[in-house]
Every structure is written in structure tokens, then in C-alpha cells.
């Protein structure tokens, strides 16, 4: 995905792959709740371009990135300023830009510290399995508790120190302790059955007995096959939403150098968690007129098994009457109210991806039941783009005046933005944007 100059994207994500991030869903909860209208996309690049994307964050518009696998320890060289724990931990996933001079923070950490925070006791004894990127943010989070004992299974040979003592795969049912802790990538989507103890070959139940607690630092799926096995043998078991809410919430706070109180924070995570355990069997995508809707809508339909309606082809079908035809004879206003109509007996339907028309979002009664009984896919497409490649000679607002496309992206952009629960880059071939709705839906739909 390119670096956009064009678009007022205040924060991003810097990452190599990014298409299935949920970060700018659970971005735009939060701006939305704060009432401001920021931008957070998602800036996918390779490590050879990591000099130029640092250079363009010092001197864009952009005010801040995250950063995720495989950058969180190589941008460290390129920052004016590291914050102490974020130097313990090694890695960073936050950059603020003040001014040109870039600051850096781990917030991984305080994902880390409100998920397990009220598990923690000065006797607790914590096995951790793997020591990549994302352990070393629990290991100082631990540390800084006072807990008495971290055991970490690791495939290599390293060196105990302190409180840490690592260990051998084949002798962690030997280990006793409180908390058990996954932080490998194993049974990650889509290999969903696979567990890091399953794996050994050894009755698991031999190691999740000696445990209270599960913590898997996966999010996609909610709930692995590691999170499954250790509840069968009675373990209290957290995944890893909580953890990516909280580093974004606190990302945030860095990003606008502002402080949110527990119960604003709360609020932020239980409404991402209402988005994605809700089971919306509905997709609907927004977007202007031209912008891709009924192509990608369906497309997506096809690989969901989802009926596809076109909300324009179904007002024809349900007025007996041509969009132009209805347009001409009774004016816009009607047409808008023949659109609720329709949109709201569409809305009780399921297993349904719609595309609506570009302005269906200008009324508030359709942003609101497009919001409480569909998820909302915006296909924002720079409009030159639009202009330079679609035929608007039939788009009835349109075809008399082409130029006027510019005024009504400058009317309907943020109302796209608010009423969508994701915003997809549409300036990309085919493929890629379909990959990017699907892997969201994916993630979405595999817990329906
Ligand atoms: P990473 O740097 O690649 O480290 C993962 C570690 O797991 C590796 O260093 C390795 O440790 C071990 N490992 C890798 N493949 C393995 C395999 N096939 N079998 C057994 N062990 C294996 O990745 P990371 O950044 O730490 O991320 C790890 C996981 O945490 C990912 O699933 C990521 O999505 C998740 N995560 C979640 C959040 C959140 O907010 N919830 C944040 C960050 C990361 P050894 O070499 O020591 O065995």
C-alpha cells in the first residue's frame, strides 16, 4: 500500500502485513467516542523501505504510527527518544511525531499489564512458551510486578537470569505455577488446531493441571485450540483482545497527549467487543457513487455464500420504477424516502452483503440502521480516481454535471467515515482489496 500525501491520515500502522489488522476498527471506535475525526490506514511496506517511511513520518502530515511485526525493534534506530520500559523491553510499537522529532513507547505493555494485572501476586510463578518479539514487553511487565518466578519454554538454548529461567518443551510438565502464558504465533487463523502443547505429542492435560490460569496472546481466533484445551482441564482463560485494545487505547494517549479515565477506557473495550462477537450476518459497503461497491460486494458475497443485493436494482424491484425514471418524475427527497423504506425491510434480512447508493448515507435513519444491524465496509477511493476511470453518464446526480463528484465527496466523506466500521483502501488492484475485506471477515465470521 503506498504513503498518501493526498489523504489527511494523521496516524497509521507501519507493518509488513497488514490486511488483516483490525487496528484502524478499533482506532475509529475510539476517535469516534472521542468525537474527533481522525484517520488511522495502514502503511504496508518491506524492510528496505522502513528509512524512507521513518523519513516521511518526520516530515508528513502524519502525527503518529504504530508499529507491528517485523519493524518493533529496527525503527528503535531511527527515533529521538525512547521511554525507559520501552528500553528494557527491546521493542517499540508507538511513535509520536512532535514537531519532527520522533518519541518512542512500548504500550504493548500496558495491554499486557490491564490483562493480567489482577491475576498477579507477589508468589505467582508464570510459564511463558516462546521468547519472541511480543514476550519480552510480559517478561518486564512481570518483572516490575515483584512475581516470584517466570519459566520460558524456548525451541533454542539461552541463558537463565534473575527471576527467569528457561526451559526445555520437553520438560514443561514438570513446571508447576499460576499462569500459562502462549506467546507463539501456534493456532494462529488459519491454523486453528493446532496448540503449542498439542503439538508436543504429551497428554496436555500432564501440563495445564499445574495451572490456574490461560493467557493466549492470539486474537484471531478469539478462542484457539490452546484456550479450548486449557478450559476443558478448568483454567480461567484470557485471550488476546484485551491486549491489543488496551496497547491501542494507550497508543492514543501518546498519539493525542491526552489521558482517558478506566471507565472511557472500559467503554472503548467492551464496544469493540460488542462489534466483533456480534453476529451480524449482514455486510453492507458505502462509498461514493463508482467507487467499487457492487464489484467487490460481489465478490465478497460469492466467497462468504452470502445473497448479494444491490440496493438500487432492489428499489427499482420494489417501485417498479427506474432510479433515473424516479429521480426525474418525483425529485431526490422522495427517492431518499423510497430508500429507507427499502434499506429497512432489507435490514431484517441475513446472510446478505449489500451495496447502497452513493448517498444513502446522508440520512441519519439509514446510518443508523446500516450501523445496528450490518457491518460497515467503506471503499474510500480517491475520487480522481473515480472520475478518470467510471462511466457517471447514468448516475442521476451526475450526469449533467460530472464536476459536481468533487463537492459530493467533500459533503459525504465523513459521513462514510462515521457510519463505516471499517475503511478499506479501494486505490489497490482487485485482489488485494477483496483480500483485505475478506481477512476482516474472515476474522469476524469465525466465531458466528
Ligand atoms: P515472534 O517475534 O515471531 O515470536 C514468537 C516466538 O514464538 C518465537 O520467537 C519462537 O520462540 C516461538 N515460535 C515461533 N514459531 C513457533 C513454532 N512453530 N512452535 C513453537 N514456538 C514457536 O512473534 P511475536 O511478535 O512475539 O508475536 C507472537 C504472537 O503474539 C502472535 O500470534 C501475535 O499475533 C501475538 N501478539 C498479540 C498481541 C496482542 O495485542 N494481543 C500483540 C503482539 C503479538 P522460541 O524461538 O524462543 O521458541
Not at 29 to 49: A, H, P, Q, T
Not at 178 to 192: A, C, E, K, L, S
Not at 430 to 437: E, K
Request: proline residues 2%; neutral net charge.
Amino acid at each position: 500500500m503506498g504513503f498518501r500525501e493526498d489523504v489527511m491520515s494523521e496516524f497509521c500502522l507501519f507493518g509488513k502485513s497488514l490486511s488483516h489488522s483490525i487496528s484502524p476498527l478499533i482506532h475509529k471506535v475510539i476517535y469516534r467516542e472521542l468525537g474527533i475525526k481522525n484517520l488511522y490506514s495502514l502503511m504496508e511496506f518491506e524492510y528496505d523501505d522502513l528509512n524512507f517511511y521513518m523519513d516521511k513520518l518526520k516530515k508528513a502530515t502524519i502525527k503518529g504510527a504504530n508499529v507491528t511485526i517485523p519493524y518493533k525493534v529496527d525503527v528503535m534506530e531511527y527515533v529521538d527518544f525512547i521511554d525507559e520500559d520501552s528500553k528494557n523491553i527491546g521493542s517499540v510499537n508507538t511513535l509520536v511525531n512532535m514537531g519532527g522529532r520522533i518519541s518512542a513507547f512500548n504500550t504493548d505493555y500496558y495491554g499486557i499489564e490491564e490483562t493480567l494485572k489482577k491475576y498477579i501476586r507477589s508468589n505467582t510463578r508464570v510459564l511463558i512458551l516462546g521468547y519472541g518479539g511480543a514476550a519480552r514487553p510480559i517478561i518486564t511487565y512481570l518483572i516490575n510486578s515483584g512475581v516470584s518466578k517466570v519459566y520460558i519454554a524456548s525451541r533454542q538454548k539461552r541463558k537463565d537470569y534473575g527471576i527467569i529461567k528457561f526451559i526445555d518443551y520437553s520438560s514443561i510438565k514438570d513446571i508447576e505455577g499460576d499462569i500459562i502464558i502462549n506467546t507463539t504465533p501456534v493456532g494462529m487463523y488459519p491454523n486453528v488446531n493446532e496448540s503449542p502443547i498439542s503439538n508436543l505429542g504429551i497428554d496436555e492435560g500432564e501440563v495445564y493441571k499445574n495451572f490456574k490460569i490461560a493467557f493466549d496472546l492470539i486474537y484471531n481466533p478469539l478462542e484457539t485450540r490452546f484456550l479450548k484445551d486449557a478450559k476443558k482441564y478448568g483454567l480461567i482463560s484470557l485471550n488476546g483482545l484485551k491486549m491489543l485494545v488496551y496497547q491501542a487505547i494507550f497508543a492514543c494517549k501518546y498519539f493525542l497527549n491526552t489521558d482517558f479515565d478506566k471507565e472511557f477506557s472500559e467503554k472503548i473495550y467492551s464496544r469493540v467487543k460488542e462489534i466483533i462477537y456480534s453476529k451480524k450476518k449482514i455486510i453492507s459497503f458505502v462509498g461514493m457513487p463508482g467507487g467499487g461497491k457492487s464489484t467487490i460486494g460481489k465478490l465478497i458475497s460469492k466467497s462468504l455464500g452470502y445473497d448479494y443485493i444491490d440496493l438500487d436494482d432492489f428499489i427499482e424491484e420494489f417501485s417498479g420504477e427506474s432510479i433515473g425514471y424516479i429521480f426525474e418524475t418525483y425529485g431526490e427527497e422522495y427517492f431518499r424516502n423510497l430508500e429507507s423504506r427499502c434499506l429497512d425491510i432489507l435490514m431484517s434480512r441475513k446472510n446478505m452483503v449489500i451495496s447502497t447508493g452513493g448517498g444513502c448515507i446522508l440520512k441519519s435513519h439509514n446510518r443508523e440502521i446500516l450501523k445496528k444491524n450490518s457491518f460497515v465496509i467503506y471503499l474510500d477511493w480517491d475520487v480522481e480516481n473515480i472520475v478518470s476511470s467510471v462511466d457517471l453518464s447514468n448516475r442521476p446526480l451526475l450526469r449533467k454535471d460530472k464536476a459536481r463528484i468533487y463537492n459530493i465527496e467533500k459533503e459525504r466523506k465523513h459521513l462514510y467515515e462515521d457510519v463505516s466500521d471499517v475503511i478499506v483502501d479501494n486505490n489497490r488492484c482487485l485482489d488485494d482489496i477483496v483480500t483485505s475485506c475478506m481477512e476482516i471477515l474472515n476474522f469476524l465470521k469465525i466465531r458466528l
